[in-house]
């Protein structure tokens, strides 16, 4: 199996990076290849904008969705977009590892999906969802949060987990990706936000470590979080009313 | 009143811009002082990282939360922070325009919320939510979507919008702002993906830009979006059973 591990995290010893560093050594000892983009290391800019394009369909007035599929049409994507997409053609799974910043993926990946799902290339009004590009392909988001477990949870302070990672869910399903459910790690300190012992606190990550491996070792025993389908919308691209709404948050 | 107007978008002639200079001339019409913060226009850098703490408090290991409070208390915020907590402080009112990329805001505008909401500035772990650093001031969202109204409908193909809008809007709060209810603009295409005749496309446009003007005068009849507080959390940050859970996506 061929593995692409996206990584986001501003700090080479962060717990995201000894996170992705399991995941490396992991799955490589069950005799898979592994590729790591690093987006702070491989410095990605994540601002999706006018400069990335080259031969540009009109000059004038740059229209996004326009010009990525200007781009795919004439083979002409940015040189680091298309190294992505790329990597994630020849990956059999994909993994993003990252920290959840102000309730969702910090710029840097959310900017690593407004520029690389590209229009005309990993998606088109036809090729969307279980009729996705990538479809066959599996995803798993590693996330680490501040606060703990219970703040998180349906009625936690913190927001629903499972409402919070919604979007980044629907977003990879939406290229045809099989989600399969998140690595949640909580209550990974920051700043000095200290919700238990620094004993108890250091036990938590090798816990947290030794569950992300163990994990890693029996995902083909997990089923991908199911969403609706083509089949499940009428003509206005609502859930037809005798379909049970499974993929609500 | 003094409004902050938060405008991303990389096109100076897009649907997006115009909403932004209906909004100025609306509100200085209104005799309100409005200033622009237009991100891409300015060069934002969205990405958090060691690059923009000039006096580290760990020259070793990069802990976002911990540099950022560390900057706050020495005074050695980046500058480019710096300005826009100024104009968040002075503002009254702050209006979001941006177009919903990957059912999220774009990474300009996300890096916006990483670089800026400051741990030991804009929050901490007692100045979090109804006792936000910015309780007394209204956002809004103005949003542009691709595809139309009912694609985001509860049971839409698109996803819930108010499950999309939930981790923004919480964000938001989060930092003790009163979120008032979304302006939504549905279907404003892109990438030839067409969902109607040109012409009613281009009445659907002047009739956005109407119906925004319109409720930018009566925006004192708006009532916020009701999420728990501090009163309805037990100690580990959970809803009391009691309570009604009013702020679910």
Redesign the interface.
């Known amino acids: 199996m061929q593995v692409l591990i996206v990584h986001c995290h501003?700090?080479p010893?962060?717990f995201n990076a000894a996170l992705t560093q399991i995941a490396v050594e992991t799955l490589e000892g069950l005799g898979h290849q592994v590729e790591v983009a690093d987006l702070?290391a491989e410095g990605f800019d994540?601002?999706?904008?006018?400069g990335h394009f080259e031969t540009r369909r009109d000059d004038e007035?740059?229209?996004?969705?326009?010009e990525?599929?200007h781009a795919v049409e004439s083979a002409s994507l940015p040189a680091d977009v298309q190294r992505e997409i790329t990597r994630l053609e020849r990956s059999d799974l994909v993994i993003l590892q990252f920290p959840l910043?102000?309730?969702?993926?910090?710029?840097?990946l959310?900017?690593w999906?407004?520029r690389v799902?590209v229009?005309?290339g990993l998606y088109s009004?036809r090729m969307r969802?279980d009729r996705g590009r990538l479809r066959g392909k599996r995803v798993l988001c590693s996330v680490t949060t501040?606060?703990?477990a219970?703040?998180f949870?349906?009625?936690?302070?913190?927001?629903?987990i499972a409402?919070?990672m919604?979007?980044?869910h629907?977003?990879l399903y939406?290229v045809g990706l099989e989600v399969l459910p998140p690595q949640l790690n909580y209550g990974i300190q920051?700043?000095?936000?200290s919700y238990q012992s620094e004993t108890t606190f250091r036990d938590q990550l090798e816990a947290d470590k030794a569950r992300w491996a163990s994990r890693l070792k029996s995902l083909d025993d997990d089923t991908p979080i199911a969403f609706?389908g083509w089949d499940d919308?009428d003509e206005?691209?609502?859930?037809k009313p005798e379909h049970p709404?499974r993929w609500?948050?």
């Open positions: 501003p700090e010893s962060s702070y994540p601002v999706e904008g006018p007035r740059f229209a996004p969705l326009d990525q599929r910043w102000w309730h969702a993926q910090p710029a840097m959310k900017g999906f407004d799902f229009y005309g009004g969802y501040g606060s703990p219970p703040a949870s349906r009625d936690g302070r913190g927001g629903d409402a919070l919604w979007p980044i629907y977003s939406y920051g700043g000095g936000l609706a919308w206005d691209g609502v859930l709404a609500r948050p």
